[in-house]
């Protein structure tokens, strides 16, 4: 069981990580700063395994792969929107943090509660109100690289890009 | 058949390519800046035993510095200095002479049909020259300096339709807030946008730039204009390249979005969002301590031209201070001939070393808590310059220029 962090609409990678934050390789800097803004209590609060969930447009803005980085580094195991900006997306796809999109579960959940994620079928379960939803299914090429554990490990199973 | 993208990957991939496919296609250019550079070098290194250890092609790999030149701390200092050793290792020529949405065009590393991924969200940008360039992350990129390659799904295209001419003191970057109110901050996600129009047309690729470089402000893949002869003669002595003018040949839209400029006014977009626009009149009370004139969107000679001509002889606010950083070191130059640069030092402001300056907070112009500018940046997020407390008001280099001298939101009208 996890913990739900509730974030709002177009939460974007400033927020995520600001950009005097990131001049850096440093995952465990990026995870000290990470939301440090907007919820100066995550950084030192979020357990492994803990699920963020978002509205819509989350990471928009810049293309710093430092975002879903820090999202990582800080043991977060999925974050749910209702929708991603297209950058954020593709980066937490290629680094392996999973991102699902379920309108129904962020709507239904709240700040708090507790979650079951199953990463393989999509399934969500809020285990505070027992409430199951389902998430939206990947894009094919996606699925791949997604179950390849990341646009790397694809690219070496694959032997190349295609 | 198709929209100006589909026209590109079709020609890319020698075969007609439809919006929604995902295609995987051979990249013209790849660029990466000091920030995003390190994390691409990481996912390059775990690839690039494959290809012998080297880059798919170091003349068409760019790897800019622009984000804190000169380095203001040791941590940036150190990026940089792990870069440049890779980037010797490499064989790849670091650019430092402003930011890299400048810098690669003005170099002629941008012509019409190329297909250009950066490590950097404006990289969308180099679509006014016709090009499909879109912003990557750093693994992205790093795969894309190993192979050469990367993958797409062909987005689907809102057209954006710019009509009339601009009134009196609206400029192409009013235009942009417009677009952003209409479409919305996410109403472009995952699409391309083609901006087409009679105003369009008779734009100079300068303001080109600045309407393509704001397709991300609506979470646009890219966006793109048709080449013609403008960007040919923008081209000429920068590329002697041969490059194909495609055009998009009966697209099918997913929208189209019409915008009558005749009837704009200069707007202001007000923090946190970029779509949180209004007309410039209701903001005019908001007193600000710092401007900020430059960046990808506004930082080029007309630009400065247009905030010289307003600040020419006169002296900031005694409350106001001001930054200008030119976008690249040839722009720098001549607006060095052109006075333009004295007539801000003149006035009292602050005049940096082409780059990103201020726009991401990270050095040279940071705000303190509760402080507000105004600047012609793309982005007025939380804490983007400085203190999450400090407010960021976005608008045109004229209206910049103005509140300048007065200290507080001005309507640039009454100083034309």
């Known amino acids: 069981m996890s913990r739900i962090w509730m974030l709002g609409d177009n939460v974007n990678t400033d927020v995520i990580i600001p950009g005097r934050y990131n001049v850096t390789t440093d995952r465990a800097q990026l995870a000290r700063y990470c939301l440090c803004e907007v919820l100066p209590e995550f950084s030192q609060q979020v357990q492994a395994g803990d699920v963020v969930m978002a509205g819509h447009n989350f990471g928009c803005g810049s293309s710093r792969e430092h975002a879903p980085a820090a999202f990582l580094a800080s043991g977060v195991q999925a974050v749910i929107a209702r929708s991603f900006a297209r950058i954020f997306y593709r980066n937490a796809v290629n680094i392996g943090l999973p991102v699902l999109v379920c309108e129904d579960a962020v709507l239904a959940s709240a700040d708090g509660q507790q979650i079951e994620v199953d990463l393989a079928s999509g399934v969500i379960r809020n285990v505070t109100s027992g409430q199951t939803f389902q998430a939206e299914p990947l894009d094919p090429f996606v699925a791949r690289i997604v179950a390849a554990g990341g646009i790397i490990e694809y690219i070496r199973q694959e032997g190349t890009l295609r | ?416």
């Not at chain 2, 589909?6 to 890319?12: D, Q, T, V």
């Not at chain 2, 007193?287 to 506004?298: K, R, S």
Request: charged residues 20%.
């Open chain 2, 1 to 416: 058949m198709g929209t100006l993208s589909e026209e590109i990957f079709s020609y890319k991939l020698g075969r007609t390519v439809q919006q929604g496919e995902t295609v995987v296609v051979d990249v013209d250019r790849v660029m990466s800046h000091d920030t995003t550079t390190p994390l691409a070098i990481q996912a390059f290194r775990k690839l690039a035993q494959r290809n012998g250890g080297r880059v798919f092609d170091a003349r068409r790999s760019h790897i800019v510095f622009d984000h804190i030149i000169p380095a203001a701390t040791i941590a940036a200092a150190t990026l940089h200095r792990d870069i440049r050793a890779f980037a010797q290792e490499q064989d790849i020529s670091i650019l430092q002479e402003g930011i890299c949405h400048q810098v690669m065009p003005e170099r002629g590393y941008v012509t019409p049909g190329d297909v250009i991924v950066g490590a950097d969200s404006h990289t969308c940008t180099y679509g006014a020259l016709g090009a499909f360039a879109t912003g990557m992350g750093s693994t992205d990129i790093g795969v894309a300096y190993a192979t050469g390659r990367t993958w797409f799904r062909v987005p689907q295209t809102i057209n954006i339709r710019i009509t009339g001419t601009l009134p009196f003191g609206v400029y192409a970057k009013d235009v942009t807030f417009e677009m952003v109110r209409r479409v919305g901050v996410d109403g472009a996600n995952y699409r391309a946008i083609e901006y087409t129009g009679e105003l369009v047309e008779q734009m100079s690729v300068s303001e080109r730039f600045t309407l393509c470089n704001m397709a991300i402000e609506m979470g646009g893949k890219a966006g793109l204009v048709a080449p013609d002869a403008t960007t040919q003669a923008w081209l000429r002595g920068r590329t002697e390249r041969d490059y194909p003018l495609l055009a998009p040949r009966d697209p099918r839209y997913e929208r189209v979005v019409e915008i009558d400029a005749s009837r704009l006014r200069p707007m202001i977009a007000c923090p946190p969002d970029v779509n949180n626009v209004v007309p410039v009149e209701e903001v005019e009370h908001v007193q600000i301590d710092q401007v900020f004139l430059g960046t990808c969107t506004n930082g080029r000679l007309d630009d400065l031209a247009i905030a010289a001509n307003v600040m020419r002889g006169k002296t900031l606010h005694p409350q106001t201070r001001m930054v200008v950083v030119p976008a690249s070191r040839e722009i720098y130059l001549e607006a060095m001939r052109l006075g333009y640069l004295e007539i801000f030092v003149q006035a009292g402001a602050s005049v940096g070393t082409p780059g990103c300056g201020p726009c991401i907070g990270r050095h040279y112009g940071v705000l303190a808590p509760g402080e507000r500018a105004l600047t012609t940046m793309n982005r007025n997020f939380t804490g983007r310059m400085g203190d999450p407390t400090a407010e960021i008001y976005l608008g045109s280099p004229a209206t910049v220029a103005a509140t300048a001298l007065t200290g507080h939101i001005t309507d640039p009208r009454n100083f034309l």
